[in-house]
């Protein structure tokens, strides 16, 4: 990868982790690997399974399938209404295991209930998880055996060590501890060498826990929860939260930007830092798994 522009937060000494950017190289680099796998008569595909009329959802995989678009990704979306039957998902994922052509599945969270969401992630071929949110591929995390990883915790990792940001040897603090986030995290940032410890909403005296953090990942949920009071001068800071909040435009982060950066070696804007990072580790799965098996 190319070497990245050292851009600072205006009036501080915090280094800006540039997603957005670092993310567009991985694109282009992903945009060569397509057209080899073109040039072997296989064209990589995403496959998106999408539930009900959540708007969120619905931007997300717009947002998905334009990226693959601009890849040579070929992505096909079934919509399915909130009130189909489970069985009709559990067949839809039986036919594109199937599917040779179908090279990652993605089920797209929330899947609104009563539906079970568990019972489709583990029905679906683990080496077409290209979410990597699976029993199996989650357990082969804890293990240190080969499996996709989850978009944003993998993501974090590869932004970090874009901009040559060190993680053996030091103390990682995750404030959330969500199945697709938070625990995925934790245990990429330990088998990297890391000493991590976990925080969640019942974390007695949590900013002494985050005060620790030579790394901190913020997957919270609650908007500019972590303030810079809360944090180790010099500590990278990682937020991976997108709030909305009523009268403010745009997502809003977990982290209290202004007041952060304040006290931050090195920060992740909210948007531009983390969210593009997620749809380029959603590309590169995708692109390895029709490497491995197309």
Request: hydrophobic share 45%; proline share 7%.
């Amino acid at each position: 990868m190319e070497s990245l522009p050292r851009t600072y937060v205006p009036n501080t000494n915090a280094l800006l982790l540039d997603g957005k950017r670092v993310a567009q190289l991985i694109r282009e680099s992903l945009a060569t690997r397509v057209a080899a796998l073109h040039a072997r008569g296989i064209t990589p595909c995403l496959a998106v399974m999408l539930v009900g009329d959540d708007p969120a959802s619905h931007t997300y995989v717009r947002t998905k399938a334009k990226a693959c678009e601009s890849v040579g990704i070929r992505s096909i979306v079934r919509h399915f209404p909130a009130s189909v039957a489970q069985a009709e998902l559990e067949a839809q994922l039986d036919a594109w295991n199937a599917d040779p052509s179908v090279h990652g599945v993605l089920i797209q969270h929330p899947v609104p209930a009563p539906l079970d969401e568990p019972a489709l992630l583990r029905r679906l071929d683990p080496r077409k998880d290209v979410d990597g949110i699976t029993p199996y591929s989650l357990g082969a995390l804890v293990a240190g055996e080969p499996a996709f990883g989850a978009c944003t915790p993998l993501g974090i990792i590869r932004l970090l060590d874009a901009y040559g940001l060190p993680i053996e040897g030091k103390h990682a603090v995750v404030v959330g501890r969500s199945v697709i986030l938070g625990k995925p995290m934790a245990l990429m940032l330990l088998n990297r060498n890391a000493t991590v410890t976990i925080c969640h909403s019942r974390t007695r005296d949590l900013a002494s826990l985050t005060r620790q953090a030579d790394i901190l990942v913020a997957a919270v949920g609650k908007p500019e929860f972590i303030t810079g009071e809360m944090l180790k001068p010099s500590a990278i800071v990682i937020d991976a939260g997108y709030n909305r909040v009523e009268g403010r435009t745009g997502d809003v982060g977990d982290v209290a930007f202004d007041s952060a950066a304040q006290v931050a070696s090195a920060i992740t804007p909210v948007p531009g830092g983390v969210g593009p990072m997620t749809v380029a580790m959603l590309l590169h799965n995708t692109v390895e798994a029709a490497e491995r098996y197309g």
